[in-house]
């Protein structure tokens, strides 16, 4: 008993009992439709539309790429345009969104597709990635003949499923909405 006593000397701490709350904003919706983007869509009103993007150092402004930031979160959707062409046929676009929802398989507990059609009749696949992956979900819409859209929603932050959870959900109904209301000019 003497030996118990002695080696319980540091004073006791509660241990917290989960994550600490997370504040969800009201859902407003309001319209992203402008000139040089041929698309639009609802986007929340807690997002940021950022039209200054670069990939792998090239500027992709003029060719209608664009990231929605959601700052409370610390996530990004980033959205890649491409018109469809010989060069870039719809197969390969297709393949390429299929291949990076596919880069996550490492990490994923589980990677499902499922196809969908918007109000507009405009077709298009959702991933959702579970399991601490560092994007979630992913989609791509496509009218299949002229023009084809691709999103991914990333946090900046080293993903942890459980503890976002609760964002990764409310995000995933902004998701739904931009699909939804997603439309080409």
Known sequence: MIVGL????????????????????????????????????????????DKNVSYLGVNKTKDAWLNIRYPQFGATLFVSYNHITPKTSLDTLVRDA?????????????????????????????????????????????????????GALYFDTTPNADSLAPVIDFLYQDLKQLVNTFHWK
């Open 6 to 49: 002695a080696a319980c000397n540091q004073p006791y701490v509660i241990k917290p009992k989960g994550y600490q709350q997370i504040e969800l904003p009201v859902k407003q919706y309001q319209a992203f439709s402008e000139v040089g983007y041929p698309y639009s869509f609802e986007f929340p009103n807690y997002a940021v539309i």
């Open 98 to 150: 299929y291949t990076f929802a596919n880069n996550h398989a490492n990490k994923a507990s589980f990677i499902e597709d499922s196809a969908f059609k918007n109000p507009q009749g405009l077709r298009g696949v959702f991933f959702h990635l579970g399991g601490d992956v560092a994007s979630p979900y992913q989609f791509f819409i496509t009218d299949s003949s002229r023009h084809f859209l691709r």
